[in-house]
Nanobody, 114 residues
């Protein structure tokens, strides 16, 4: 069974940075497009970035130029470097395959506040 474990969240001031990590069990990293998602309070979950097996990336307009997604297939690990954080980036962040249905992990909380 595939599981996703996110880490690296926390409280950060506006303009600050955080680096999220995602470890997946199984062989998903070497086979599928991976993505980061987030869910803010009272809002629907949205995809913020995705990355193919070969490393091609795509970002939502809300994070483009500020967030960077990367992956290390050998370590079954994906990252999200978040810079210039804004209060509206406050959310629980999740990682998962983009196109294949698996259960969601617990996520990692990011709070951007002064």
């Amino acid at each position: 069974q595939v599981q996703f474990v996110e880490s690296g969240g926390g409280l950060v001031q506006p303009g600050g940075s955080l680096r999220l990590s995602c470890v997946a069990s199984g062989s998903v990293f070497s086979r599928y497009v991976m993505a980061w998602y987030r869910q803010a309070p009272g809002k629907q979950r949205e995809m913020v970035a995705s990355i193919t097996v070969r490393g091609s990336t795509n970002y939502s307009d809300s994070v483009k130029g500020r967030f960077t997604i990367s992956r290390d297939n050998g370590k079954n690990t994906m990252y999200l470097q978040m810079n210039s954080l804004r209060p509206e980036d406050t959310a629980v962040y999740y990682c998962k395959t983009r196109d294949v249905t698996y259960s969601w992990g617990q996520g990692t909380q990011v709070i951007v506040s002064s």
